[in-house]
């Protein structure tokens, strides 16, 4: 792990907003003309969607920008790999004199026979640096790709079940047409992704709503399907008679992108949706109960996990007969408890539990309460989260804490995770007024219930800790050349202190300088520089924070805290808004010479009394034939909200005494640092240099000066 000195100059991705940098992208929209030169890929789709586990597939990968030179290819979570497919060109024609424009090319993708069929999340490496993150679904059925012409029934595509079926919502009022005969009678379902599979797609900012329509020979309609698991449908039907008919998939809104990629599963094999206990701990053997379809008279089965399985949701191949069925569960080793049959929806009727617990339970009909009876002691803290939503149970929870008297002490629907929110519930760091009984109660938002409204509740007393999440997932590099990532602590349940910051995993030939979070503020940065001679490579690293705090009774050791980052995609918004979505990895990639070559600083050290200010000369090297605007920041900003401060609190840039704006073929800009009249001593903190160039209306690169240590002295 690196934990870093250093040295830097130049580049990473980001989305920056400054008045000239928005004018020349809506410039760059106007002409038709991107102004930076080079761009990292934005993948859009991959046709078909989905790859068949224990066979290998050629899936055409789809961008903005070039994926030429495109030389790697990160697939997660596990089970799945990808090369590749480099076109042949016949032995007598010559290289290209130029890089050629190509926003598509063919990645073979290898499912294992073991793979946990599901989503998985695929990045490729090229020499303009790492791209977004694409989409791609494991599945158990063999894959059929669209006709050309299904659009109506009369041209509908003939097909053989089971199989999984994939194509696209491509134009407006697009409809895509499926015909099978079925010999016999009996229940099938047709699972879609579509829609789920869109929300990482960084620069998709409109996304499928696809409905499912069955229908008979005639056309009659049997039964439709719009939301089941969020926007995607699920459409379960038993047929009664054997026969012809018909499956159609469009958009609600007749709406369509050629972006907008599906597959559906169709079969009559067994599909789990849910598992009850939802919870698992490692190295006991747990019975549970499968929730879903398609499935035998007994519905249980018996699963023993390695011990040293790591924390948290997952999702898992249960054995089921002779057959395995992928199933999402949670892996957690605090003490549990499975919520007890018959009435506990009242706190007078709340089944008492010992804190810390965690609780399987689950909202199983309509209008059903469950309720946990606890003792506290006044001034005790305790933290509540479920784990439901985000893990495909359909509960919108709804958390509650009561007094004795039946009095709502706290409540809570969604949480926040930082950057994300999600429909599950938490009640963190909450104080018991009084001594004496408290009960939890939880319910679903809308009443609704049944056996997929599981759920996993996390009942602990509070202890100081601290989240990091990192913007975004990926930095570019080329050879002697450096790039900034910021880091964004959330500090929980009274921690209040400093995090240092480190980095492991990097490419050969790439050394890092990391930074720390001061106590009082929400940022710190790590610098990476590329040596010059360094060569073209690609590495998914971990980015982690440790701190320091004091133990709770006397006499006792220091505690000592580490969080791991959660790298964060950032998502192009309609209208130019800037979002994230969380990804499993950020990727570091050497690659090609960029815009810019490097970023120079007229010094690395500034020091600054109260009411000071310093001024930091800016040199930037243009690439040849580059002359597009630059825009120099010490803050990772995009139309005035702020991503990335490393600054010490109460250091500021003086805007009017600086020159941030570099057009056409200048080189050089200063930043003004000033010191406010009350800012508090602070030493070496860590603060990025960056010079920005436009891709496009939301889109920068930003490139990076070696790392410049701020120091606010005492009055």
Known sequence: MTTCPATCSVTRVARFGAALALAAAAGALITGKAVAQSSYPMIMSARPLAVQVGQASEVEVSARYNLYGAYQV??????????????????????????????????????????????????????SG?????????????????????????????????????????????????????AAAGAWTFHVHSSRCQDRIHDLQTHSDPILTLRNGGGTVLAASDNYFFADPLLHFNFTEPGDYYLDIRDVRYQGNADWQYSIEASNRPLVTNVFPSRVTPGTATRLELVGFHLPGDRTTLLTLPAEMPEGPVWLNLPLGESLVPAPLVISRLPGLIEA???????????PIEVPLGISGRISEPGDVDCYRFEARQGERFSF?????????????????????????????DLSTGRHNHADSMIENWTAPADGSCAIELSDLHQRGGPEYVYFLKVTRSEPYFTLDVDSDKTLL????????????????????????????????????????????????????????????????????????????????????????????????????????????????????????AVKLSTTAVSLKPGESQKIDVTIERREGFSGNVTLDCLFQHLGSIYGNSLPPGVTIDEKNSQTALAGDQSQGHITLVAAADAKPVENQQVAVMANVSINFVMKYTYCGPPLSVSVLPP
Not at 101 to 123: E, L, W
Not at 134 to 145: D, F, K, S, T
Not at 391 to 411: F, T
Not at 493 to 502: H, S
């Open 130 to 182: 790492a791209s977004t993150v694409g989409q791609l679904v494991v599945v158990r059925e063999a894959v059929m790709v669209e006709a050309a012409d299904n659009d109506a029934m009369a041209t509908a595509q003939a097909v053989t079940l089971p199989a999984t079926l994939c194509g696209a919502i491509e134009k407006a009022e697009d409809v895509d047409f499926f015909k099978f005969t079925l």
């Open 74 to 127: 990160f697939v997660t979570p596990e089970g799945v790999t990808g090369e590749v497919v480099v076109p042949e060109m016949p032995a007598d024609q010559p290289p290209p004199a130029a890089k050629p424009d190509m926003p598509k090319i063919k990645v073979r993708f290898t499912a294992a026979p073991d793979a946990v069929p599901g989503p998985r999340s695929f990045r490729l490496a090229t020499p």
């Open 385 to 413: 989260e479920v784990l439901a939503r985000r893990h495909q149970s359909a509960l919108d929870s709804v958390l509650r804490i009561v007094n004795e008297p039946g009095v709502v002490l706290v409540e809570n629907d």
């Open 341 to 351: 049959a018959g009435d506990n929806g009242t706190p007078a009727a709340a089944q």
């Open 478 to 597: 080329s050879g002697g050349t450096a790039g900034a990532i910021f880091v964004r602590v959330y500090r929980k349940n009274g921690f209040a202190g400093e995090v240092q910051l480190a980095v492991e995993g990097l490419p050969p030939g790439v050394t890092a300088s990391c930074g720390r979070i001061l106590a009082g503020s929400t940022d710190g940065c790590i610098i990476l520089e590329a040596a010059p001679g360094a060569a073209q490579g690609a590495a998914n690293v971990s980015i982690s924070g440790s701190a320091t705090v004091a133990a709770a009774e006397a006499g006792q050791p220091p505690l000592e805290l580490v969080a791991i980052a959660q790298p964060m995609q950032e998502v192009y918004m309609p209208g130019g808004g800037r979002n994230h979505y969380p990804v499993d990895v950020h990727t570091v990639s050497v690659g090609g010479v960029m815009d810019l070559k």
